[in-house]
């Protein structure tokens, strides 16, 4: 069983910052992606940003430019560092892991940008 837990939301300004962690615990497996979705209430759960294990990255055009995604291969743990930060990103923040058949998801953590 596999556990993805998230850390590092809260409540920040707009134009601040924040930078949420992901760390896999349990039968650890070498993902071939791991990622950060988000939800808004009323919105459907979109992808913010990827990361695969060789290093290609992806990302939503609403957070280029503002946001970067890393990753810890060795540790199995992602990593978003979200700068100037919108209201319009307030939203629920999911990690997400791949491997070839399965995807893992964390529970999710909240993060508040105020006006």
């Known amino acids: 069983q596999v556990q993805l837990v998230e850390s590092g939301g809260g409540l920040v300004q707009a134009g601040g910052s924040l930078r949420l962690s992901c760390a896999a615990s349990?039968?650890?497996?070498?993902?071939?992606?791991m990622a950060w979705y988000r939800q808004a209430p009323g919105m459907q759960r979109e992808l913010v940003a990827a990361?695969?294990?060789?290093?290609?990255?992806n990302y939503a055009d609403s957070v280029k430019g503002r946001f970067t995604i890393s990753r810890d291969n060795a540790k199995n743990a992602v990593y978003l560092q979200m700068n100037s930060l919108k209201p319009e990103d307030t939203a629920v923040y999911y990690c997400?892991?791949?491997?070839?058949?399965?995807?893992?998801w964390g529970q999710g953590i909240q993060v508040t940008v105020s006006s």
């Open positions: 349990g039968m650890i497996f070498s993902f071939n992606a």
């Open positions: 990361r695969s294990i060789g290093g290609y990255t």
């Open positions: 997400n892991a791949k491997t070839s058949a399965v995807a893992y």
